[in-house]
């Protein structure tokens, strides 16, 4: 059997690769209209399929992990993965790439498999460290992935990048099927086929008006229809999976205190990350006439942005040993307190890039330590049967903030801006008020983990593990 180091590894890379997903477009994504020959409400499609995708495959994919095979869902997802990234390399059009992308979202669900099976194969006293490292990637595939986007556009033609991500999906397929060993711990019984439909349309008419909210209009009949529908289907949803035998998702495990509690700060705290990958990156490209930009180019920009990915792997290690010694929940407080002071730090001091880089370092700190204690404190609280749906909803909670980030700061942007030069720019009010929403999102987060409770739950019963 392979060592358990080099399982960790795998997983690890397979989390990078799944990450870097969300930024792969970014370096072209406001060149879309031009290289895809569609309208700018068209190509937006390009990023809203990749969310959509993610938020709703990611909790089937757990339960289908629990059920068949954690292992072979990895795989699984790795392949879409592969096959979507093809589809966009060889596609002219909006059409084919919007396939594409929508396929290559899927992958998100293997980070939470991931943690699962980390869980399952690994001795008690390395899952803490290994949950914190293969959480990591959520952050680090993105902020590191920058970059080589930005690179690979600069040189080469745009179809490229989607050839790069195929060909990672190929190489970590080939790894997973290698290195990580078969999962033996099933969940019996039959897939709940009826509630995957049910939070697949639920959830996709929330997101729906979540994202394209501030292109269609917050009281436009779209948005409503998507929004409002969405959450009666969810509604419904919830209902009818309490009252079968085997749901998707086990909603009176969802609901225990620890559980709960943990997801919705989930919530704070992926706002709180993706309002400053959103934010930072504008201040930084936009021209220094605006008053509120320094006038970097995308690869510069992404420098500056690629440390807080780092951080967050280098302290992996040191958020699993504190975590053992103060427990997840305190390590959740940090987190939050760390994200809470980098936000107030850019209120005071956004002048310089420097004072962006040290303020993205210090957001590295919080998200490492949050989305490390996360995971810990949802295994502490569910049986070993439901760790791939539980993690997998703890994903969806994340992607939700995320989602609600990318929209509120978006259009918090796009209505305090000016023109300057025959170009509409965010002014630096925009930024400060982004700045005090990044940081009221922590704040709530770190209310709900004061309430979290601190001891295991009674229910939780570990499987035999490995010496």
């Known amino acids: 059997m392979p060592s358990q180091a080099a399982i960790v590894a795998v997983l690890a890379v397979a989390g990078l690769a799944s990450s870097f997903m969300f930024t792969l477009v970014v370096p072209i994504q406001a060149k879309l209209p ?61 059409a084919g790439v919007v396939v594409g992308r929508t396929l290559q979202g899927a992958v998100t669900g293997v980070i939470p498999l991931g943690i699962s099976i980390l869980r399952d194969v690994l001795h008690e006293d390395r899952v803490d460290g290994a949950i914190a490292l293969i959480s990591a990637t959520l952050g680090v595939g993105g902020a590191v992935g920058l970059p080589i ?15 790069v991500a195929g060909a990672l999906g190929a190489v970590v397929f080939l790894l997973v099927l290698w290195i990580v060993p078969v999962s033996v711990l099933r969940t019996a019984g039959r897939f709940d086929y009826v509630g995957a439909a049910g939070l697949a349309v639920g959830l996709v008419g929330v997101l729906l008006a979540v994202s394209r909210g501030n292109e ?37 495990v ?7 509690l943990t997801n919705l700060a989930s ?15 504008q201040m930084l490209e936009l021209p220094v006439s605006t008053g509120a930009g320094f006038g970097l180019s995308l690869l510069a920009a992404s420098l500056i942005v690629m ?14 040993r504190l975590a053992r010694s103060i427990g997840p929940k305190l390590l959740l407080v940090i987190g939050a307190i760390s994200l809470i002071a980098a936000y107030g730090f850019t209120l005071l001091f956004a ?14 700190v919080g998200i490492g330590f949050g989305y490390a204690a996360m995971p810990m404190l949802i295994m502490r609280s569910v049986p070993p049967s439901e760790t791939g749906a539980s993690n997998g909803l703890n994903a969806l909670f994340r992607s939700l903030g995320t989602s609600t980030a990318a929209a509120i700061i978006g259009a918090v942007l796009a209505t305090m801006s000016i023109e300057v030069d025959g170009m509409t720019a965010p002014t630096s009010d925009a930024f400060q008020v982004s700045f005090v929403l990044g940081g009221a999102a922590a704040a709530v987060a ?22």
């Open 216 to 252: 269609w209009g917050w009281s436009a009949p779209a948005t409503l229809a998507c929004g409002l529908g969405g959450v009666v289907v969810l509604l419904v949803w919830g209902w009818y999976e309490l009252r079968i035998d085997q749901p998707l998702l086990d909603l009176r």
């Open 34 to 94: 031009e290289l895809l020959d569609a309208s700018r409400e068209d190509t937006a499609w390009v990023v809203t399929s990749t969310l959509l995708a993610s938020a709703v495959i990611t909790p089937i994919a757990g339960r289908l992990g629990d059920m068949y095979g954690k292992r072979r869902i990895v795989l699984v997802l790795l392949g879409v993965l592969v096959l979507g990234s093809v589809i966009a390399a060889l596609s002219q059009g909006i």
């Open 267 to 281: 919530v704070g705290i992926g706002f709180a990350l993706f309002a400053s990958n959103v934010v930072f990156p």
């Open 149 to 163: 986007s930005a690179l690979v556009t600069e040189n080469a033609d745009w179809h490229v990048l989607f050839w």
């Open 254 to 260: 969802a609901a225990r205190p620890a559980v709960l």
């Open 446 to 467: 770190l209310v709900l983990a004061l309430f979290i409770p601190s001891r295991r739950d009674p229910h939780e019963a570990r499987p035999a593990l490995p010496e």
């Open 307 to 320: 440390p807080s990915g780092l951080v967050m792997m280098v302290i992996s290690p040191f958020s699993a």
């Open 351 to 364: 002048s310089e890039v420097w004072q962006i880089l040290v303020a993205n370092i210090v957001i590295g």
